[in-house]
T-cell receptor, first 115, second 112 residues
C-alpha cells in the first residue's frame, strides 16, 4: 500500500528544544516537500528536495533544517530559533520537481505544540 | 509570478443541494490548477487537476471544475452535497517553476 507516512501525529516542544518530524514515502518519488499550515493561511513551503543529498529553502525556512540522505526519507527539524513553531506540518512528495505541473501527494500531518 | 484567490472563506449548503466553491488565479504562464480537500486533522487529498487538456475536469466523489481562461477562474462544483463532503478545500496553482501556490482555503459546511 503506497503512500506517505508522518510521525508522530502530535509532538510537544519545550522552550529551547529542537524536535524532529519524520516523513517517509514508498512511492519511489524523487521530490519531497515540507509545508507549514496555520489557520486561515493555507500552506507555506518550508523546504523542498529534488533528489537525494540536495535540498533548497522555500518561503519560510528560517528556524528549520532538513536532510535527505535516503530517497524515501525527508526529516524536518524545528530548531529553537523558530520562535513560533505551533502549527500543522505536512510532508508531500511528487515524481519529480518538474515545475508546478506534477501532482503532490500529502502525508497525514504532524501537529506541533509548544509547552 | 502566480497567485490564487479563493473568494469565499466559508460556504454552507444543505445536504442534496449544489456546491460551488470559487477560485480565481493569476499566472504568467499556462498554469496547472488543482483542487485538494482536507478533512480535520488530516493531510490533503487531490480532488482533480487541470493541465491544459479538456477545460472541464472531472474529479473524485462527483466533483468537477471548469477552467475559464477569459475569467481566470477554476471554480469547483458538485451537483448534490453529501454530509461527507464537509471539509476544507484548497485551490492550488502551479507554473513553470517548482512551486505550488495555495489559496487560503474554503471551509464547506453541509447541513442535514
Amino acid at each position: 500500500d503506497g503512500g506517505i507516512t508522518q510521525s508522530p501525529k502530535y509532538l510537544f516542544r519545550k522552550e529551547g528544544q529542537n524536535v524532529t518530524l519524520s516523513c517517509e514515502q514508498n512511492l519511489n518519488h524523487d521530490a519531497m516537500y515540507w509545508y507549514r499550515q496555520d489557520p486561515g493561511q493555507g500552506l507555506r513551503l518550508i523546504y523542498y528536495s529534488q533528489i537525494v543529498n540536495d535540498f533548497q529553502k522555500g518561503d519560510i525556512a528560517e528556524g528549520y533544517s532538513v536532510s535527505r540522505e535516503k530517497k524515501e526519507s525527508f526529516p524536518l527539524t524545528v530548531t529553537s530559533a523558530q520562535k513560533n513553531p505551533t502549527a500543522f506540518y505536512l510532508c508531500a512528495s511528487s515524481r519529480s520537481l518538474a515545475g508546478g505541473l506534477e501532482t503532490q501527494y500529502f502525508g497525514p500531518g504532524t501537529r506541533l505544540l509548544v509547552l | 509570478a502566480q497567485s490564487v484567490t479563493q473568494l469565499d472563506s466559508h460556504v454552507s449548503v444543505s445536504e442534496g443541494t449544489p456546491v460551488l466553491l470559487r477560485c480565481n488565479y493569476s499566472s504568467s504562464y499556462s498554469p496547472s490548477l488543482f483542487w485538494y480537500v482536507q478533512h480535520p486533522n488530516k493531510g490533503l487529498q487531490l480532488l482533480l487537476k487541470y493541465t491544459s487538456a479538456a477545460t472541464l475536469v472531472k474529479g473524485i466523489n462527483g466533483f468537477e471544475a471548469e477552467f475559464k481562461k477569459s475569467e481566470t477562474s477554476f471554480h469547483l462544483t458538485k451537483p448534490s452535497a453529501h454530509m461527507s463532503d464537509a471539509a476544507e478545500y484548497f485551490c492550488v496553482v502551479g507554473g513553470s517553476n517548482y512551486k505550488l501556490t495555495f489559496g487560503k482555503g474554503t471551509l464547506l459546511t453541509v447541513n442535514p
